[in-house]
């Protein structure tokens, strides 16, 4: 049965919601000239979509002050029913200005929403706004790592006062981690900081400081940690910064304060400062010291006591204080390298805080916290009466010797590198106050457990709080189940893609802490399933640009991604195939999730340089593309082991130059496409001709990962009879006749791809399996099972041993399955090749499914609106009248929502034959024995081609689907 329908019944469009400049909520660092703005709709009928929009873009407030409102934008009435990136189009936006801005909407019914408002500020749009702020550093390369100055801010009039001071804006830049400082206060709670390919692009912040400005006299400081900038293994430069702050007062002047060596000579030009003046520093040691990265941090409470008052106005040292050097210009940085300036946009915070759940005490004078939680994070020391001089040592560390003592023994691992990964916070007690704070704050470490030596006294649960700090990624998906051990899993992939995403995503958070782009790729669907991550992985596809760039020009690459973004040695230049794809699954599926067709066009050349550049290296070897460095990593096959199976580097060979020549094609790049697809073609032809034996129908030596990756390319015709051989062979070694049974071994590339075939060859109960059992690795839940509270970096972590391999107890890289929860378990898809999320498919899995899971809650907040399934199947005796009164029968239930501007393809299982179910739709009987009845929001309705199903055709709204079987049809699970 088909319908036309449109908006069903009355109902108004509500205001619209998820407001957005750049993808990010009431900005203040905008840096671009013409931003695009996104909303979501809500309506209260079904079918809404907009018919049109209008945007207004006013100065906030009007300028100049009390002068006539105008707005700077207005877009009209467009008749359009986009929502996502809409771009500016008004009069020239200003630098370190405040901005407002109206949505409002019109369904196609005629119907206008209320007004939606929000507001944005524009960061440094042009390299003249800075006022010519100089970096800044100390000498002896930058040895000092405090720096203060003091200011004035004159104001006119006798009872001027704070309230006058209407607006503060302080940029930023700190290389490496920087913590500011007005009058005493910090200026901001953002942590750590950036992780670029600093000699192309350095990154300010900008924070709101209006509060902590006062009329007269005022003191700024600022404390520089090395951060990635100046760690050891980079070294980039010394440490330094650059600043500008930006006073409005209500009399609508604004006057401006850079950083700056001071003296005539240095600023040659008439710059324009208004009432401002220049910010000269002066530098001497603080009480933090970073030696690198991964060993952790020294903070001496004897040199914070020396020098308290240092970032307040009118500060003197004593007669015993340090000595302070006038700031110098550093010899190597930004400025030399001719380093692009852009805003930060995605801090670092702390998400929650953990108190210990437990304090164990192992041997006299040692004590061990356990916060509960593998975290990436810091913590806060609280001791009182603690002697002058004494140092209380804590160790961080996710896992236990078997005397309960920290276990942070990575030296006994191959990688000897690895020995100068401490993890330690170490803090000396000034002696000066009765209760002493410490706070960690130029690293963050990886742990759940502390070990702590030397304090005074017996601790208390009050003595360490953990602080869990990762990127703002804002929880926009969630996933329950009636499996708890299955919520365990959810919960751990969550906590380790967190835990790995620190400006850039990482691979762990206690070891390289480095943006392996295999890891990246892996993870990149679970991530936006289950956060908010647009704007941070804006960001980091920028830095996969800017490594590529570099490197091209520095190392010549020819347009090779490395294995690591940013990348400073970490890897190789030439990155592994499965480690390089990330250079189209991570773009591509941004562009295509969020509608970025700015992403596309910006990225299009990067991807075309990478694959002409695999295909150079191809052509010189017979047509296979000849690069392997780590394989199909983590794979404990218990058959031959395949790390590097020949097919693999072919495999992601031919998966490039498919989806570039998709990508061209969208681009109506019509030359490139025809290249790509021909040599698409070839490489699939080649991948054939070497690695499939057509009279045994295996690939390769008839691996299960062989297999796996084989069926993935799609070469082999859909149902035929050597797809059906080949993947019989792969479940031969996993399936629950395998030895040992339904036990998946692979590592982390084929996990990934398995899990689509399991879809593909619908035995999705199979994949539910292989990762809950609990009795023995590999599994997740086996890990859950040891009480694992984040996803391991390798099977055999499971042994929990200080030697038993690659010990990250806190890895995202086996992540990939977490969009699976979604788009199979809760049955949530975009519909194959749709854009966003107008177009939707909803399909919860159906029997077997039912004798592990009998009820799964999903729901995501796209751009677009929240999408949500939830299912359920479960014994009733509802009243029906194909029933006896009082029988027991079983019921499927299916409650969808859909968002305004959207529609869905609906998938209801029947129990049983759809010729002899019945399916009602909030109580209305919408499906009797094959014959479909007229449902409001409902275009279509059909009988599953499976015959055990019926497939619904939906508009936006909320439906509640029941089915079950008449008398005597229910099949009992």
């Known amino acids: 049965v088909t319908l036309a329908i449109g908006v069903v019944g009355t109902g108004q469009p509500f205001a619209p919601r998820q407001l957005r400049v750049e993808y990010l909520e009431n900005p203040l660092t905008i840096d671009t000239p013409t931003p695009r703005f996104s909303w979501a709709l809500d309506h209260s009928a079904r079918g809404a979509v907009q018919a049109s ?47 407002r801005w109206t949505v409002q909407w019109t369904d196609t019914e005629g119907n206008s929403s209320p007004l939606a408002t929000a507001t944005f500020s524009t960061a440094i749009l042009e390299k003249s706004s800075w006022r010519e702020a100089e970096w800044l550093s100390s000498p002896n390369n930058g040895s000092f790592d405090t720096y203060r100055s003091e200011f004035a801010i004159e104001m006119t009039g006798a009872s001027s006062t704070a309230s006058d001071i209407v607006r503060g804006r302080l940029y930023v830049a700190g290389l490496g981690f920087a913590k500011t400082y007005l009058n005493g206060n910090a200026t901001d709670a953002t942590e750590l900081g950036q992780f670029v390919t600093f000699q192309k692009r350095v990154l300010y912040n900008c924070f709101d400081v209006t509060s902590l400005l006062v009329p007269g006299k005022n003191a700024i400081g600022i404390m520089l940690g090395n951060g990635w900038f100046a760690e050891p293994s980079i070294n980039a430069g010394p440490r330094q910064f650059l600043m500008l702050l930006s006073v409005s007062l209500a009399d609508g002047s604004t006057s401006y304060y850079p950083s700056s060596l001071g003296g005539v000579a240095t600023h040659t030009r008439n710059i324009e400062l208004g009432g401002g003046g220049l910010l000269t520093f002066h530098a001497t040691t603080g009480p933090s010291n970073v030696p690198s990265m991964d060993s952790g941090e020294d903070y001496d409470g004897r040199i914070a006591s020396l020098i308290r008052g240092w970032n307040v106005a009118g500060y003197a040292p004593g007669a015993n204080g340090p000595f302070w050097t006038p700031a110098v210009a550093p010899e190597v940085g930004p400025q030399s390298f001719g380093s692009i300036l852009s805003s930060h946009t995605v801090p670092i915070l702390v998400d929650q805080d953990y108190s210990p759940v437990a304090i164990h005490t192992p041997s006299p004078g040692t004590y061990v916290f356990d916060f509960g939680q593998n975290m990436a994070g810091q913590v806060t020391l ?29 030296c006994e691992r191959p990688k000897y590198w690895l020995c100068g990964v401490k993890q330690m916070a170490n803090y000396t007690c000034s002696g000066d106050a009765t209760d002493e704070v410490y706070r960690v704050t130029f690293v963050s470490m990886g742990f759940r457990y502390i070990q702590m030596l030397g304090f005074p006294g017996t601790p208390t649960a009050s003595t360490l709080t953990a602080h ?43 070891r390289e802490r480095r943006g392996w782009l295999g890891d990246a790729q892996l993870a990149f669907d679970t991530l936006v399933h289950n956060f908010d991550t647009a704007a941070f992985y804006t960001k980091w596809i920028r830095d996969l640009a800017d490594a590529q760039e570099y490197n091209t ?22 990155a592994d195939p499965g480690w390089g794809i990330a250079g189209w699954i991570i773009p591509l599926g941004f562009a295509s999730y ?40 983590g794979n404990i096959d218990p058959g031959p082991l395949s790390f590097k199976p020949e097919i693999y580097p072919q495999f992601f060979f031919h998966q490039a130059l498919t989806l570039q020549a998709d990508y061209a094609t969208r681009m109506n790049m019509s030359e490139d496409a025809k290249r790509y697809s021909a040599g698409a073609t070839a490489a699939g032809a080649t991948l054939l001709d070497h690695f499939f034996n057509r009279s ?15 069926l993935a390319t799609g070469l082999l015709p859909s149902g035929s009879q050597q797809e059906q051989a080949a993947w019989a062979h792969a479940l031969g070694w996993f399936n629950a006749s395998a030895t040992p049974p339904e036990k998946f071994g692979g590592g982390i590339v084929s996990l990934k791809l398995l899990y689509s075939l399991l879809d593909k060859f619908e035995v999705r109960d199979l994949g539910l399996r292989l990762q809950l059992h609990t009795d023995s690795p590999p599994s997740f839940g086996y890990w859950i099972a040891q009480n694992a509270t984040t996803l391991w970096e390798d099977w055999t972590n499971s042994a929990r041993q200080a030697n038993s391999g690659l010990n990250s107890y806190n890895h995202i890289m086996f992540g990939s399955t977490g969009s699976w929860y979604f788009t199979s378990l809760g ?41 949500r399934s939830a299912w359920s199947v479960s014994s009733t005796t509802e009243s029906d009248s194909n029933m006896n009164p009082g029988e027991a029968f079983t019921m499927y239930s299916l409650d969808v929502s859909v968002p305004p501007n959207s529609r869905a393809q609906v998938i209801i299982t029947t129990l049983g034959r759809a010729a002899t179910s019945i399916v009602t739709e909030s109580g209305t009987l919408a499906w009797h024995e094959g014959v479909a ?19 619904v055709e939906v508009v936006s709204g909320n439906f509640t689907f029941r089915s079950w079987q008449t008398r005597n049809q229910s099949r009992h699970l």
């Open 53 to 99: 929009y209008h945007i207004q873009v006013w100065h906030n407030p009007p300028v100049p002050p009390h002068g006539p409102v105008a707005p700077v934008w207005a877009s009209g009435v467009v008749l359009s029913n986009k929502t996502v990136n809409v771009p500016y189009d008004g009069s020239p936006l200003t630098s370190d200005s405040d901005y």
């Open 382 to 410: 609280r001791v009182s009466q603690c002697p002058r001089g004494t140092l209380v040592s804590m160790m961080h560390t996710e896992i236990l010797t078997a005397d309960g003592h920290a276990n942070n023994a990575f």
């Open 468 to 510: 869990f700090i990762h990127s703002k990624l804002p929880s926009t998906g969630t996933f329950t189940t009636s499996s708890g051990l299955l919520n365990s899993v959810q919960h751990a992939t969550r906590f380790a893609a967190m835990s790995n995403a620190m400006d850039i995503p990482t691979d762990c958070p206690q």
């Open 553 to 574: 020009a520095t190392l010549n690459t020819t347009g090779a991604l490395p294995d690591c973004a940013p990348f400073y040695g970490h890897g190789k230049a030439e």
């Open 594 to 633: 969020f509608d970025d067709v700015q992403m596309e066009q910006q990225w299009y050349a990067h991807s075309k340089a990478y694959a002409d550049h695999w295909i150079q290296l191809a052509k010189n070897n017979s047509g296979i593309l000849p690069i392997v460095s780590y394989g199909d990593w």
């Open 696 to 710: 045994t129908s295996c690939f390769g030596n008839c691996t299960d990962v062989e297999q796996i990756f084989g």
């Open 827 to 867: 049955g949530i898809r975009r519909k194959f090749g749709s854009r966003s999320w107008n177009n939707l498919v909803i399909a919860p899995p159906t029997e077997p499914i039912f004798e592990t899971m009998t009820w799964a809650n999903a729901s995501i907040v796209t751009p677009i609106g929240l999408v």
């Open 933 to 951: 009845q007229r449902i409001d929001g409902v275009t279509a309705m059909t009988a599953g081609s499976d015959g055990f199903s019926v497939i």
